[in-house]
Each structure stands twice: as structure tokens, then as C-alpha cells.
């Protein structure tokens, strides 16, 4: 089991970038998905969450109104849309898989798979 995150880069304050996760090695239809991400020197904190239905989603205070969480069940995917970036969204962002069909697991940072971070550097 494999989850492969892309997307991130370099974007100035007030940008867009859009982050994306494909998960191989079994279909995760029924697992909710999310992105976290660990700021240089600190604790890997919760970003975003969608369920396995993609009917309910999750988001940290920090990047509500900002962030968007969507699913791709069809193609075993996960993006996060981050427009109106802030040099504090600066950090490696990780993709992960909970067995619970709802977010509230991932919510806590309890996940069944991680997958390996993908850099987002956003400069003022």
C-alpha cells in the first residue's frame, strides 16, 4: 500500500498550488482521506479531511476558507486546492488513510497510511 503525493513547490503569498495524493496497492473507497503537515521543528499538525463518500469534509482552523479537500474515488486520489497561501502554510504536507469512513479519526491524527511528504514553500 502506497501513498504518493505531488504538487507542492515554490508560490508567492497569495497564491494557489494544488496538492494530490494517489493511493496504489488497494482501493480506498471506503477510507476517509486528509493531508497534514509538519512545520520545520514542530509537531505534524491536522490540514483537512474528507470522508470515504466525499459527502463531509474537515479543516483546520488555520486554513478554513482557504483550502479546499476533494476526492477522486474512481481514480484512488486525494487533492487539497490551497489558494490565498501565507508564508505560515510553509511545510511539508502529507497525505493520509483512515479505515473510518468518517473524518473524525484523522481528525485526531490517527491514520491507517501515510504517505510521504511533499515540500510547499510559500515566500512573501
Known amino acids: 500500500v502506497q501513498l504518493q503525493a505531488s504538487g507542492g513547490g515554490l508560490v508567492q503569498a497569495g497564491g494557489s498550488l494544488r496538492l494530490s495524493c494517489e493511493a496504489s496497492?488497494?482501493?480506498?473507497?471506503?477510507?476517509?482521506l486528509g493531508w497534514f503537515r509538519r512545520h520545520s521543528g514542530k509537531e505534524r499538525e491536522f490540514v483537512a479531511a474528507i470522508s470515504s463518500s466525499g459527502g463531509s469534509s474537515d479543516y483546520a482552523d488555520s486554513v478554513k476558507g482557504r483550502f479546499t479537500v476533494s476526492r477522486d474515488n474512481a481514480k484512488n486520489m486525494v487533492h487539497l486546492q490551497m489558494s490565498t497561501l501565507k508564508t505560515e502554510d510553509t511545510a511539508h504536507y502529507y497525505c493520509?488513510?483512515?479505515?473510518?469512513?468518517?473524518?473524525?479519526?484523522?481528525?485526531?491524527?490517527?491514520?491507517?497510511?501515510w504517505g510521504q511528504g511533499t515540500l510547499v514553500t510559500v515566500s512573501s
Open positions: 493520509a488513510a483512515s479505515n473510518a469512513p468518517t473524518t473524525d479519526l484523522l481528525r485526531v491524527g490517527l491514520a491507517n497510511y
Open positions: 496497492g488497494r482501493t480506498f473507497n471506503s477510507y476517509s
